[in-house]
T-cell receptor, first 115, second 115 residues
Framework: AQSVTQPDIHITVSEGASLELRCNYS??????LFWYVQSPGQGLQLLLK??????LVQGIKGFEAEFKRSQSSFNLRKPSVHWSDAAEYFC?????????????FGTGTRLQVTL | GAGVSQSPSNKVTEKGKDVELRCDPI?????LYWYRQRLGQGLEFLIY????????KSGLPSDRFSAERTGESVSTLTIQRTQQEDSAVYLC?????????????FGSGTRLTVV
């Protein structure tokens, strides 16, 4: 079945350190991929998305993600993490079924930032 | 409107009562989605509307859950005879469907507490 997997439930990094959050997808066709962030008590905010073209995608807040078809991955990265980046991060893929499309989420990775 | 609006933002109800949750999508977005997020969990897909029809209801957890959409605009999610396990944040999103989601914009959600 088409799905998206986030292997890491919880990650802790020090402020200023680099960050990589993993996302793997299972989908037969070229996927539409997204990363969302959810801060405590807040709604979902889109960080970046990939549809086609350049496999390295730049997003907001200094985040980027790289689409690697050979590895079925779309990992999120940031060179230097700030304390305000502490949040829950969700990877998602659009799945097409006939005329319908459905945004399917991974289970999320909770990022903790230590000072 | 400028964003997806959901009401109420918070709802506390007694077990066994019915509740209605409302979603106002972005004007012109013909696709509308409902998701449920239990405490500490990821997002569960509930139902998808294309216009006023619902081609995918696969995520509705039981027949106590129903949703409708009128005028290709407002949608209402109804939960009958609420149970404690229905406590969650219910999120609504809207998008342009034919392009697989140039942008799925989420509302801030309705936090439902069943006591």
């Amino acid at each position: 079945a088409q799905s998206v997997t986030q292997p890491d439930i919880h990650i802790t990094v020090s402020e200023g350190a680099s960050l990589e959050l993993r996302c793997n997808y299972s989908y037969g066709a070229t996927p539409y991929l997204f990363w969302y962030v959810q801060s405590p008590g807040q709604g979902l905010q889109l960080l970046l998305k990939y549809f086609s073209g350049d496999t390295l995608v730049q997003g907001i807040k200094g985040f980027e993600a790289e689409f690697k078809r050979s590895q079925s991955s779309f990992n999120l990265r940031k060179p230097s993490v700030h304390w305000s980046d502490a949040a829950e991060y969700f990877c998602a893929v659009v799945i097409f079924t006939g005329t319908a499309s459905k945004l399917t989420f991974g289970t999320g990775t909770r990022l903790q930032v230590t000072l | 409107g400028a964003g997806v609006s959901q009401s109420p933002s918070n709802k506390v109800t007694e077990k066994g009562k019915d509740v209605e949750l409302r979603c106002d999508p972005i004007s012109g977005h013909t696709a509308l989605y409902w998701y449920r997020q239990r405490l500490g969990q990821g997002l569960e897909f509930l139902i998808y509307f294309q216009g006023n029809s619902a081609p995918d209801k696969s995520g509705l957890p039981s027949d106590r859950f129903s949703a409708e959409r009128t005028g290709e605009s407002v949608s209402t999610l109804t939960i009958q005879r609420t149970q404690q396990e229905d406590s969650a944040v219910y999120l609504c999103a809207s998008s342009f469907p034919s392009t697989g989601g140039w942008g799925y914009t989420f509302g801030s959600g309705t936090r439902l507490t069943v006591v």
